[in-house]
């Protein structure tokens, strides 16, 4: 660039290119009378394999459907990344979000309405209704693909396990056998025998899941609707006082308590945890992702004591497509949500197709989870891709075996992050300060709470 | 403070001459000295050493023995992984993307503004210099979240910069710092120079361009250097307005790393991310302490 | 380099206009241009349009969103002063006030002194004074994203961990760190002095250089011990450096985001949640959409607070800084 008039071209170009770089979205009908959709793919940093496998099923989606073209786009959820992307309208046009955050995002008008393609689909009928509902709204509309549910199981070591003593094929199955458990761990190995993930809302996630195995309730809903932070309750108390033994008497949860659902993982991978409670689809995460060896991972159902409602928390996810979709794209999404997701589940040819895709690019198949659609279906399922299933099936049948009969419990629903988040202090406090006085810390968590409820 | 004085200054210091033929003065002085040597090194260099340590050891290695060296050998493939199955590799380009776009639209900013601000003055010029210097005083941390705002939907354009790397450029220029240090430049600059240039026909483009950026190279260097270094060390607002991992510079990414990789792989990356930057001061170290002490002047 | 002479500062008053040019009121558009109006403008453009949209703007829109209920889903409502008042019945705000004093103070403790007495030092050294300069600057070019996580790690509370390792060689049992409510704040600080002591260090090192050395040899003709020349000789000739570095570190600490959101999210039981903590959670912890009517009020505060606190400072130190 020699001359000024370059230079103020320069300028000129730079800001426009703004416009141009931002202006081009992707989606909606090309030129050619292809559709192209943005879906999520897979967690950022999961390994190549799981990627080739990925793009496999994707090609074999695209062959099926000539027409549409899928373009994979990283994703993992995570509050601030959700939140900015929901305001800045980036999302993709297929992507998940929890069952939690399903009422407020329909509420507001923010979900696409996927009423006419979800009930097109021939085992519409099949669809668990309790996951369903989530995804509704009060008209019956609805809003979300349900993709995938999971109950919270009890995720142990085996090798710590067998390093400390104890029998990998024993799991505990009461509370204070995890805490005998847990004191045989720690004093054998030096690792934590029993922690809980405590930050970043997970701390009250789990103490909710705590709490709901010993019988109580974080929020109780009147009739009426009208919601009451209940934290204060005697099963809360009860899993807080638990925590306090194992911390301050026992001594066995080790010397990290900062944990999220993230870090927990990667140090339970590493064997520095013995137990903890986590979603019973943590085995491809654990695996994949933080590299556990498949034969030390061991999951069993969680503990529940012999209150009357006592039962196991669940959660799951759904797929949803962007409220700014069109019906070319509505359709699109809802064939490629159908292929990816649930095929598998109710179609021998489309199960068999993706357990191969999947085992021969070394992914795990047939991982524990609950139904999103009947228990026979999932039965079914399991049973047409038995030649592939490479997850350890006796490592993991102590939580289909313990969750027998069972009821599955739903996240609080008013306010649940926030509540999550107050809890987190709770749990925080009692294993970190000895003296920590738990009625007071659950009266703070009701008082905060309860004011944000009552203004809605 | 000048430059001169500066290499001066080697002369003398609060210990004089006369106090140095003093055995004990001398002892103490050498004593201290080497203590300090000391502190410095393995406060300074030891957790660097450390980390390159640790991103050739197996994980469990790392996690049991933190401080042997090497008990089981050497594990490369962390590194490999790290670059090219995370793709390091990319958030490393983007990295330095990041950098580049902000340092040329810093660029472009202040030295225009501060040639018309400094040099053709139009009447409101002394309005515009006080609205700029006002937001000196304004912490960044109010710009925060009305600035994401602004960013998520642009006002007049209508348009999301979420997950562009214009987000993090435009608002760098935006730094009255910068504006205001090549204006206090070009306010030094020899008068007589333009008037001569004007008087010979010269437009405002021809003197800017041919004239006043040539003379500007010390503060384009050190606006240059200001401006890298920061986009090198930004983590909070990046990490707001690049959510998608493929234009994530390293620093966002590194803590989401943390929970999806394996610890030997994270170390490593740690590693890679630091390497540039100390290999880039080991170069030009004098660049870098002597840009460090004009902070200090600046600021003061 | 020119601008090293005259140690600038941003607080001086416009300058008049050159002599030379001449204040001229276009009589038509057509004179305005051919006077260079236009031109003007134009070089102006970049910075109007960078400033406009990215500072002047949003600025003005955080005094408006305080006042404000946002949520992105429905339209902004005015809502009085509500925000402040959310604010400040928060709990936690009293708790981020107080930490973030806590953060000040401690950063005050370990960070202002400690680099004087090495700068002092460094100031003396005769042979290899850029090595020393180097390895005491190192730590400041670490990225500080690496620097927290690297920390991280040592901060390990298991005995295996890399700061109890070394503390069991010399026969200290295993600290908490960061895992414990009252250990976790001076544990931030001690990473956040390690990242930033080299960058005080240089300007302190480059501020002795200052220092007339005509000054000590008057001294020691009166028979001035090392002491009594630094005493009144040296910290007195530092002093404006001494006393900017202080408000700028209060300043700056005031704002501290990077150790607490990295290190402990905040942890344990809200003992390391800072002002900007907060701020960053009102905005965007929630998925479903932040409090920014809050996040912006709290923001405000903060910001009117370090104004005052500048201004009251520049004030009682005014007559000390000049003398």
């Not at chain 1, 609707?225 to 807080?240: Q, R």
């Not at chain 1, 900062?258 to 491809?284: E, V």
């Not at chain 2, 994401?148 to 220029?173: H, Q, R």
């Not at chain 3, 009293?94 to 403790?109: G, S």
Request: aromatic share 10%; hydrophobic share 50%.
């Amino acid at each position: 660039m020699k001359s000024p008039a370059k230079i103020v071209t320069l300028v000129a170009v730079t800001l426009a290119g703004v416009g141009l770089l931002s202006g081009c979205s992707a989606n909606a009908a090309d030129s050619d009378g292809t559709t192209t959709i943005k879906v999520v793919s897979l967690i950022p940093g999961t390994e190549q394999a799981a990627f080739d496998a990925f793009d496999a099923q994707v090609a074999q989606f695209e062959k099926a459907n000539p027409d549409i073209n899928v373009e994979g786009v990283e994703y993992e959820w995570s509050a601030p990344t959700f939140a900015a992307q929901l305001a800045g309208g980036t999302l993709p046009d297929v992507f998940r979000i929890p069952l939690t955050d399903a009422k407020t995002l329909i509420a507001n008008g923010q979900l696409a309405d996927m009423t006419a393609q979800v009930e097109a689909l021939p085992y519409f009928d099949t669809f668990n209704p309790s996951v369903l509902s989530n995804a509704q709204d009060a008209d019956g509309n609805i809003f979300g693909v349900p993709r995938e549910a999971y109950g919270m199981g009890l995720q142990y070591n085996r090798a710590l396990f067998v390093e400390a003593g104890l029998d990998p094929d024993a799991p505990p199955t009461t509370w204070d056998e995890v805490r005998e458990y847990a004191k045989i761990i720690a004093d054998k190995t030096g690792q934590a025998g029993y922690m809980q993930m405590t930050q970043s809302n997970t701390g009250g996630w789990q103490l909710t899941a705590a709490t709901v195995a010993r019988g109580g309730s974080m929020e109780e809903v009147a009739s009426d609707g009208t919601v009451t932070v209940t934290a204060d309750n005697s099963a809360t108390k009860e899993a807080l006082e638990y925590l306090k033994e194992l911390r301050w008497t026992d001594n066995s949860m080790g010397s990290n308590f900062l944990y999220d659902w993230g870090t927990i993982n990667q140090a339970f991978a590493a064997g520095q945890i013995g137990m903890y409670t986590g979603g019973s689809d943590l085995f491809t995460s654990l695996t994949r992702e933080s590299n556990m060896d498949a034969a030390d991972y061991g999951l069993t159902a969680i503990p529940l004591t012999d209150a009357k409602d006592a039962g196991v928390l669940g959660g799951g996810t759904l797929n949803v497509v962007n409220v700014k979709a069109d019906d070319t794209v509505k359709d699109a999404a809802m064939k490629w949500i159908a292929f990816y997701d649930l095929n598998k589940l109710v179609d021998k040819d489309a199960a068999l197709q993706d357990a191969k895709t999947l085992a021969d690019t070394d992914q795990a198949v047939g991982t524990p989870a609950l139904p999103v659609f009947d228990q026979a279906t999932l039965d079914q399922s399991r049973e047409w891709v038995k030649e592939y299933i490479n997850v350890p099936q006796e490592q993991i049948a102590f939580f289909a075996e313990g969750n027998v009969g069972r009821t599955i419990v739903g996240e609080p629903s008013a306010h649940t992050q926030e509540l999550y988040g107050a809890l987190d202090t709770a749990v925080q406090s009692v294993l970190t300060d000895k003296n920590a006085d738990i009625d007071a810390l659950l009266d703070t968590v009701n008082k905060t709470i309860q004011p944000l409820v009552d203004a809605d | 403070m000048s430059k001169t004085k500066i290499e001066d200054a080697e002369d003398r210091g609060i210990v004089s001459v006369a106090d140095w033929t003093k055995p004990r003065i001398r002892r103490t002085m050498r004593a201290s000295h080497a203590v300090l040597l000391v502190v410095l090194a393995v406060s300074g260099l030891g957790p660097l050493l450390w980390l390159g340590k640790a991103a050739l050891t197996p994980t469990q290695d790392t996690l049991r023995t933190p401080l042997a060296i090497f008990p089981n050998g050497i594990e490369w493939q962390n590194v490999v992984t790290a670059w090219s199955t995370i793709h390091l590799d990319v958030q490393f380009a983007n990295t330095l993307w990041v950098a580049a776009g902000s340092w040329a639209v810093q660029i472009v900013v202040a030295t225009t503004a501060g040639y018309a601000l400094s040099i053709l003055r139009p009447k409101y010029a002394g309005v515009l210099n006080a609205l700029v210097l006002g937001t000196l005083f304004v912490p960044s941390v109010v710009l925060l979240v009305p600035l994401y705002l602004t960013v998520l939907d642009v006002p007049f354009v209508g348009i999301s910069l979420i997950n562009t790397f214009w987000a993090v450029w435009l608002p760098a220029g935006a730094s009255a710092f910068n504006v205001l240090l090549v204006k206090r430049f070009f306010d030094n600059l020899p008068r007589e120079v333009f008037e001569a240039a004007r008087t010979d026909g010269a437009s405002s483009f021809r003197l800017f361009w041919s004239i006043v950026l040539p003379m500007s190279k010390p503060i384009v260097g050190v606006v240059s250097v200001f401006a890298i270094i920061a986009a090198w060390k930004d983590f909070l607002w990046p990490s707001l307005v690049l959510i998608d991992p493929m234009v994530q510079p390293l620093s966002v990414r590194l803590p989401a790393l943390q929970q999806s990789i394996e610890l030997g792989v994270y170390l490593a990356a740690l590693a890679i991310s630091s390497i540039i930057p100390i290999l880039l001061f080991l170069v030009f170290q004098r660049m870098f302490l002597r840009g460090a002490g004009l902070g200090g002047a600046v600021k003061g | 380099m020119t601008v090293l002479d005259e140690r600038p500062s941003v607080v001086d008053p416009p300058q008049p206009a050159a002599a030379t040019r001449q204040r001229r009121r276009p009589a038509n558009p057509r004179t305005w241009v051919r006077n260079g109006g236009l031109s003007n403008l134009l070089f102006l453009v970049p910075m109007l349009l960078i400033f406009g949209i990215f500072s002047w703007y949003p600025i003005v829109q955080s005094f408006v969103m305080s006042f404000q209920k946002t949520n992105l889903v429905t339209a902004p409502t005015f809502v009085g002063l509500d925000n402040f008042v959310k604010v400040l019945q928060d709990p936690l705000f009293l708790t981020a006030v107080q930490n973030t004093v806590w953060f000040a103070v401690l950063a005050l403790l370990f960070g202002y002194p400690i680099p004087l007495i090495a700068a002092v030092l460094m100031s003396e050294v005769r042979r290899a004074k850029g090595l020393f300069s180097a390895l005491a600057y190192l730590p400041v070019v670490v990225p500080p994203v690496v620097a927290v996580l690297l920390w991280k790690f040592f901060y390990d509370a298991s005995p295996t961990g890399v700061f109890n390792s070394i503390l069991a060689m010399v026969g200290i049992g295993p600290q908490p760190w960061i895992q414990s409510i009252t250990a976790a704040m001076p544990s931030l600080v001690l990473e956040a002095t390690w990242a930033g002591a080299g960058g005080t260090i240089i300007i302190y090192l480059a501020a002795l250089t200052g220092v007339a050395p005509e000054l000590y040899d008057a001294a020691e003709v009166d028979g001035a011990s090392i002491w009594r020349k630094i005493w009144h000789i040296t910290l007195p000739q530092l002093r404006g450096i001494l006393l900017i570095t202080l408000i700028l570190q209060v300043i700056g600490t005031a704002q501290v985001f990077l150790e607490p959101f990295l290190f402990t999210a905040g942890g344990p039981a809200n003992s390391t949640i800072t002002v900007l903590l907060l701020i960053y959670r009102y905005a965007f912890q929630n998925s479903l959409g932040g409090d920014y009517g809050a996040a912006t009020a709290l923001s405000l505060m903060l910001a009117i607070f370090l104004a005052v606190l500048s201004v009251v400072y520049f004030r009682l130190t005014k007559s000390w800084s000049q003398n």
